[in-house]
């Protein structure tokens, strides 16, 4: 498989505090990624890293075919250059139904300017469309985004992000608040994402990371302390005396 992104040797020191030390590992094109790891191990700062919230003090962040550093680029490049990243806390525009929310996630721009004087095409309200069916709010499009429930309003996020088209898709903990049906669908939108590009998600909940079926990277301490299947890093006993806090 071929590497979409490369992180090698990369460290953080927040105040003395080493939150990433000497951390390595690539993530390949079209793959799905679960990374675990007990609070504080550095995963939120690893997503804060690639999209370039927080300078490393050491190593390198490679991306894309032409192997181009992150480091060198800003947070709106970083965007451009195809990573998406979810946060939280969702970012919809209540006021406006869920369909001008996908319609206006698929304008890079979001100036409110430009979104006033902009003429919609046909092209534009299929994408909308196909959008809404990756998240299943097909049904939902013509409702005020702020009516819609907490699960909703994720996966409305997931589809505003996905209008972007990123290349990679970073996602932290997504099934946080989320009932247990919510959480299924939230993996169904994932996988089927996955399948068009990389998507990189952080969760705490086993049972959401298992319906994945995926390669799970372990941290610990800033590092790499497994990685493999979930069967196989939840057997290792490092992984293990690590969650039992030994
Ligand atoms: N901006 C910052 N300033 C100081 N310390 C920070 C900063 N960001 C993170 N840290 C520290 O770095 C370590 C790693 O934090 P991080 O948020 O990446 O962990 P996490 O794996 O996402 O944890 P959780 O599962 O609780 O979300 C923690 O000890 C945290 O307190
Ligand atoms: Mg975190």
Not at 54 to 83: F, H, N, Y
Not at 86 to 102: A, C, G, I, W
Not at 160 to 183: C, F, H, I, K, Y
Request: glycine share 8%.
């Amino acid at each position: 498989m071929s590497t979409l992104l490369e992180v090698s040797g990369v460290s953080v020191t927040f105040d003395g505090f080493r939150a990433i030390n000497n951390l390595s590992f690539q993530i390949g094109k079209a793959e799905m990624r679960a990374i675990i790891g007990p609070n504080g191990a550095g995963k939120t700062t690893f997503m804060d890293i690639v999209t370039g919230k927080t300078r490393p003090d050491e190593g390198r962040v490679i991306w894309g075919d032409k192997s181009v550093s992150l480091l060198k680029m800003s947070e709106a490049q970083i965007a451009r250059a195809g990573v998406g990243r979810k946060f939280q806390r969702p970012t919809v525009f209540e006021d406006q139904s869920v369909f001008d929310n996908l319609l206006l996630a698929l304008k890079k721009d979001r100036n409110p300017f430009s979104v006033l004087f902009y003429k919609r095409g046909p092209s534009d309200t299929e994408k909308v469309h196909t959008l809404a069916e990756q998240i299943g709010l097909t049904d939902h499009l013509p409702r005020k985004s702020g009516e819609l429930s907490h699960g909703q309003k994720q996966w409305l996020e997931i589809g505003m992000l996905l209008a972007q088209e990123p290349q990679l898709l970073l996602v932290d903990e997504p099934a946080a608040g989320m009932t247990p049906e919510e959480r299924e669908h939230t993996t169904s939108i994932l996988v089927e994402a996955a399948k068009t590009r990389a998507v990189v998600v952080v969760e705490h909940d086993m049972e959401f990371v298992r319906r994945l079926n995926c390669k799970v990277t372990v941290l610990h301490e800033g590092s790499v302390l497994a990685e493999g299947s979930l069967d196989h890093v939840t057997s290792n006993q490092e992984v293990i005396d690590v969650y039992l806090g030994r």
